[in-house]
């Protein structure tokens, strides 16, 4: 069974600053790519960054240049600096990770979503 547990939410003032962390456990033999994504009341689930196996960054338009997404392989682990934080980053912010688990085959795994508000 593979899990995927989110932390670093919480309540911060306009311009400041959180870091999300996800780590992934569980019956791993891989993990390709990983990423965030963030839900706001009444919007729909919109992806904030990702980082492949190699690497590799792609941001949404509305974060780039004050997030930043990093990963640590060794310790199945996904991380999301956000800096200068709105309010329009008000959102529940998920995990996603693309996991070969023992089945053999990649599939999406989520977390179960950590709650970021921006507000004086």
């Known amino acids: 069974q593979v899990q995927l547990v989110e932390s670093g939410g919480g309540l911060v003032q306009p311009g400041g600053t959180l870091r999300l962390s996800c780590a992934a456990s569980?019956?791993?033999?891989?993990?390709?790519?990983m990423g965030w994504y963030r839900q706001a009341p009444g919007k729909q689930r919109e992806l904030v960054a990702e980082i492949t196996g190699g690497g590799s960054t792609s941001y949404a338009d509305s974060v780039l240049g004050r997030f930043t997404i990093s990963r640590d392989n060794a310790k199945k682990t996904v991380f999301l600096q956000m800096n200068s934080l709105q309010p329009e980053d008000t959102a529940v912010y998920y995990c996603?990770?693309?996991?070969?688990?023992?089945?053999?085959?990649?599939?999406?795994?989520w977390g179960q979503g950590t709650q970021v508000t921006v507000s004086s």
């Open positions: 569980g019956s791993i033999l891989s993990i390709s790519s």
């Open positions: 996603n990770a693309d996991i070969m688990s023992f089945s053999g085959t990649y599939r999406d795994y």
